[in-house]
Every structure is written in structure tokens, then in C-alpha cells.
């Protein structure tokens, strides 16, 4: 919704969340790229098979993959 509502495709668009199964897969799904942001303090995961397209547990790091995007 907000997506169409903005007027931005999926492959323009990036989704960032902790969880796999939800966030990740729902992004990929969508055609969106994804970061998982994961730290130990966070919701433990199962295993799932959702592969985000960057992975990490430093904030920092987010930054600079959505400068390398452009």
C-alpha cells in the first residue's frame, strides 16, 4: 500500500527488520531488497530459508549498504 501510495516500485525499495520468516520473506516476496537486522538481544529466530540481501548486527553498517545501492 504505501509502495503504490508513493508511487515507488518494489525494486527501488528496501525493508529492514529482525525477523526472517516475516520481514525478510515478505520483502523478498514483494521484489523488495531486504536487510536483517539481527542482535542477540533480539527475538531469537528459527531457522527459516528467507535470505535478505545484507545481513548484520551493526546499525552503522545499514548505512553504508544503502549508499552502495546508489
Same mark, same amino acid.
Given at each position: 500500500?504505501? +509502495?503504490?501510495?508513493?508511487? @515507488?516500485?518494489? &525494486? *527501488?525499495? +528496501?525493508? @529492514?527488520? &529482525?525477523?526472517?520468516? #516475516? &520481514? @525478510? =520473506?515478505?520483502?523478498?516476496? !514483494?521484489?523488495?531488497?531486504?536487510? /536483517? %537486522?539481527?542482535? =542477540?538481544? %533480539?527475538?531469537? =529466530? *528459527?531457522? /527459516?530459508?528467507? @535470505?535478505?540481501?545484507?545481513? #548484520? &548486527?551493526?546499525?552503522? *553498517?545499514?548505512?553504508? %549498504?544503502? !549508499?552502495?545501492?546508489?
Amino acid at each position: 500500500y504505501v +509502495l503504490n501510495y508513493a508511487g @515507488i516500485m518494489p &525494486d *527501488e525499495s +528496501l525493508h @529492514i527488520g &529482525d525477523l526472517l520468516r #516475516t &520481514d @525478510i =520473506e515478505g520483502a523478498n516476496n !514483494s521484489g523488495m531488497k531486504s536487510v /536483517h %537486522f539481527h542482535r =542477540e538481544n %533480539f527475538h531469537k =529466530e *528459527e531457522n /527459516h530459508s528467507a @535470505i535478505p540481501s545484507y545481513k #548484520t &548486527d551493526n546499525a552503522s *553498517e545499514i548505512y553504508d %549498504f544503502v !549508499s552502495s545501492l546508489h
